[in-house]
């Protein structure tokens, strides 16, 4: 609880306390005026001022009109009888109990939010005099030596130079499970450093960093409105008047007809309190708002509530393999020699040091499966063809290494190989020696990531891969998919998910690791990045950003998004259907102001406390760190 919340409780509780002892007061006429008058600019003297300041600035239709008009009104009938003040002032009060649970929930809110907003440095470590010098991140040029030390967040991206540590990524992942990091490794701004000492070269500006980029998405996601904001705020924005103008009907038309201009009075009142459209004007985007943060804490950024509303309408989710279902890193699964010359730990030492010089992936689960490169033998004449493979000269001998048509092109009679997955042949001075099975693993959960997303209201689910037949049909078929594509160039991948869009009635997602996947992630009605810690590409294209590799948080970042937009729903419903019931009791005359206090104010709460539920909502559908 804030200041300023502290302030307005105490203050409804003054207000409370002295209307409740006034009524054991034995006074009337003007001193009793005054004294319930007390009271009742303790707890509304704000409204007032606020409905003073609309009509001042031609913005008159609101809640504090209506408010003050209904709570003025109210004096004046209880001055004109010389009557019950406890009304007016039950109005005001109550509806400032209504205000402060909505500024609490809000504020609940936002510290979800503040708490993603932790990520942002205050300084930077950096040695000057032999010593340490704490500088603003923005001042750091790119290449700049800094210093992390133990319980400090990292401030720019960068890689360690020196050191080994323990990372938690938690404010960014939203997964308490640490990181081991060691010199080499990439590091990005926003980890906390939980053990030893870190250097870091920096590879960014502190402004291109990724907790730079996060707070800046985050910031801006409250600015991009659902359809449902949007028109519960036209509602608010031709309702109001409409109401206004009805309760002057109301307070006029009648007495002119029937007489009783008291009674008459009294009802349109009634009617005005009973018709303010608080509930809807603050429970709809406290929902949204709630969401967001909620799901920020997962580790799940939304950038905006018009893509959480869409989210919670997909129907068919689109799934690129590498990165998304696939570890996204080759590793070497076999090895078969071919000739009695050579056995396989010679076939992958000759294939590796080939490959040394590639920057390929595949090159680099080579090296990574023979790392000694080290040893006796010279390496020349490296030479790289496309779409074929790569040759060069070992100790005299010369190695080709690549796919079946280059060895039909250096003469080499391969074989083929009965295992599924990137199949490397390797050749000596043409003679056939065998070949390298390289495959990308599956993601641990990926299975359980399609089955979650069934079981979550997904219809259709479809992968898409630029993968051999065989490799892409036995991924789907472990993960149970039915529907995929294979062989697809990046241009048939957007043309491809085009098909699939144009022949879905529903809203379609399209989940990628948002580097190569930028065109189709912005094409989708939603784009999911996944994996995107540290990706800028992700950040740019994608509508959600999934900051883990977690395949799971596809179908949690759907559940949230519905959760959330059931609670909406049941706002609107509940609010507009209870508003129209009491404003009709009441144009009849079988409402009284207190239960036109029970229309506003306690529809407003009941609608607050029920959007409150959203920022818990992640909590409904936790994934165990593993």
């Known amino acids: 609880m804030n200041a300023k919340q502290r302030k307005n409780l105490i203050r409804i509780l003054i207000a409370a306390a002295l209307t409740v002892a006034i009524n054991f007061v034995e006074v009337s006429g003007v ?29 008159a239709f609101d809640e504090s009109l209506l408010m003050t008009i209904a709570t003025v009104g109210a004096f004046a009938l209880a001055i004109y009888e010389d009557g019950d003040y406890n009304e007016a002032i039950a109005v005001m009060l109550f509806y400032q109990i209504g205000e402060w649970f909505q500024s609490y929930a809000v504020g609940k809110s936002r510290k979800n939010i503040s708490e993603l907003m932790d990520i942002r440095p205050d300084y930077a470590n950096v040695e000057q005099g032999g010593g340490l010098e704490q500088v603003d991140p923005e001042e750091v040029e790119v290449g700049t030596i800094i210093i992390v030390q133990p319980g400090e967040k990292i401030p720019i991206d960068g890689v360690i130079v020196e050191g080994n540590s323990t990372l938690n990524t938690i404010a960014l992942t939203g997964e308490s499970l640490p990181r081991e990091v060691s010199s080499g490794a990439e590091v990005v701004s926003g980890c906390i450093n939980l053990n030893g000492v870190l250097k870091i070269r920096t590879t960014k500006e502190f402004g291109e960093s990724t907790a730079s980029k996060i707070l800046e998405l985050v910031e801006d996601a409250s600015s991009r409105k659902s359809k ?36 008459w009075l009294y009802r349109a009142l009634i009617f005005l309190v009973i018709s303010c459209p608080c509930a809807l004007v603050i429970s709809i985007p406290l929902s949204f708002f709630a969401g967001l943060g909620g799901a920020s804490r997962a580790g799940i950024l939304i950038k905006g509530s018009n893509f959480l509303e869409t989210l919670s309408k997909v129907k068919t989710v689109v799934l690129d393999k590498t990165g998304t279902l696939t570890q996204g890193s080759f590793e ?3 090895v078969h020699s071919k000739n009695l010359n050579f056995d396989e730990e010679k076939l992958l030492h000759l294939a590796a040091h080939v490959e ?70 390797v050749a000596v001075d043409g003679e056939y020696a065998g070949h390298v099975v390289i495959s990308d693993a599956i993601k641990p959960h990926a299975k359980e990531a399609v089955a979650d997303m069934k079981n979550s209201g997904v219809e259709k689910i479809f992968m898409l891969t630029g993968d051999s037949e065989k490799i892409a ?48 992630l912005s094409r989708a009605d939603v784009g999911i990045a996944m994996g995107a810690l540290g990706s800028d590409a992700a950040i740019e294209a994608a509508d959600v950003v999934l900051m883990d590799d977690d395949p799971r948080k596809i179908s949690k970042a759907i559940k949230i998004s519905r959760k959330c937009l059931s609670i ?21 005359g079988l409402a009284n102001m207190w239960a036109a206090i029970f229309a506003d104010v306690g529809v407003m709460i009941l ?20």
């Not at 449902?228 to 002119?256: C, H, M, N, Q």
């Not at 609608?607 to 593993?626: E, G, K, Q």
């Open 31 to 59: 001193e009793k005026f005054f004294l319930y008058l007390v009271p009742y600019l303790i707890v509304g003297y704000d409204i007032l001022l606020k409905a003073f300041h609309g009509l001042k600035n031609l913005r």
């Open 332 to 334: 070497v699964e076999a």
């Open 228 to 263: 449902s904001e949007d028109f519960i705020a036209k509602f608010a924005r031709i309702y109001t008047p409409v109401v206004v103008a009805g309760a002057l009907a109301l307070a006029i038309v009648p007495p002119i007809i029937f007489g009783d201009w008291e009674m």
């Open 473 to 520: 049909a036995k991924v789907a078929q472990e993960l149970g998919i039915k529907n995929y594509r294979s062989e697809l160039l990046p241009a048939d991948k957007v043309s491809e998910f085009e098909k699939i869009l144009s022949s879905s009635n529903d809203s379609v997602a399209f989940v990628g690791d948002g580097i190569n996947d930028a065109p189709v």
């Open 568 to 588: 909406v729903k049941q706002n609107i419903f509940f609010a507009i259907g209870v508003k129209f019931l009491c404003l009709i009791l009441g144009a009849v």
């Open 356 to 425: 040394r010089y590639s920057t390929h992936p595949i090159a680099n689960s080579l090296r990574k499966a023979y790392p000694n490169e080290r040893d006796d033998c010279t390496v020349e004449d490296v030479e790289e063809i496309a779409g074929r493979g790569i040759k060069a000269t070992i100790n005299g001998k010369i190695v080709s290494v690549g796919n079946e048509k280059f060895m039909d092109e250096v003469g080499a009679k391969w074989k083929a190989c009965t295992k599924v997955g990137t199949i490397i042949h």
């Open 607 to 626: 609608a607050v406390l029920n959007a409150i539920r959203a920022l818990v909502i992640n909590s409904l559908f936790l994934i165990p760190n593993s």
